[in-house]
């Protein structure tokens, strides 16, 4: 069956502009989770969606930062008046919904911040 | 091994040799750990997982060892390929999933 989809796989946009990333969980997967990779460094846990339950906003880095999950499928990270240092590949993984299953990653969107 | 810091630590081998990527992980609490794979431009893979009743697991040319004694857990590669050339991750679960810095493995021909 087809993986953890994403878009745009890319995007350049200018600073200040607001920009929505959009990710395509693996159908019946429950848990859906974003991470950020900027270049050559490891994943930054940023949000996680599990179920109905409220998600866990803890890595998020400012409030300028915001996700949803609609209907328990597909989500949006959202990154309001983008900055410079906003640039990184944003990475979705979804998986079961028992916990101790591994995460499948889709292959992330390059965000550049001109 | 792993760190946290601003650089991926590496590890170069000889094709056909055996790979030991090493890996600290934090919370005591993590139940579950998994070794991903990362190619250029990809998502990450999964190698293989453990979880914490166990100390060994192999696979296909794999194998992961955990210590929750010193929290350490390593990825065994046996006869290291070209195309295990990537950057691995290790990724311990507890309330949710938290990734290592990564180490980047480089094979020569």
């Known amino acids: 069956g087809a993986g953890v989809s994403q878009s745009p796989s890319n995007k350049v946009t200018e600073k200040g502009k607001d920009v929505e990333l959009r990710c395509d969980p693996i159908?019946?997967?429950?848990?859906l989770y974003w991470y950020r990779q900027s270049l050559g460094q490891g994943l930054e846990f940023l949000i996680y969606?599990?179920?109905?339950?409220?998600?866990?906003k803890s890595g998020l880095p400012s409030d300028r930062f915001s996700a949803e999950r609609t209907g328990g499928s597909v989500s949006t990270l959202t990154i309001q008046r983008t900055q410079q240092e906003d640039s990184a590949v944003y990475l979705c993984?979804?998986?079961?919904?028992?916990?101790?299953?591994?995460?499948?990653f889709g292959n992330g969107t390059r965000l550049t911040v001109t | 091994g792993e760190s946290v810091g601003l650089h991926l630590p590496t590890l170069s081998v000889q094709e056909g040799d055996n790979s030991i990527i090493n890996c600290a992980y934090s919370?005591?609490?993590?139940?579950?750990f998994i070794w991903y794979k990362q190619e250029s431009g990809k998502g990450p893979q999964f190698i293989i997982d453990?979880?914490?009743?166990?100390d060994k697991r192999q696979g296909q040319r794999v194998t992961v060892l955990l210590n929750k004694t010193v929290k350490h857990l390593s990825l065994q590669i046996a006869a290291t390929q070209p195309g295990d050339s990537a950057v691995y991750f290790c990724?311990?679960?507890?309330?949710?999933?938290?990734f290592g810095a990564g180490t980047r493995l480089t094979v020569k021909p």
């Open positions: 990724a311990e679960m507890s309330n949710d999933m938290r």
């Open positions: 453990i979880r914490s009743n166990m």
């Open positions: 993984a979804s998986s079961l919904a028992t916990h101790n299953s591994p995460l499948h």
């Open positions: 159908s019946g997967h429950t848990a």
């Open positions: 919370n005591s609490a993590s139940d579950y």
């Open positions: 969606f599990q179920g109905n339950s409220a998600p866990d």
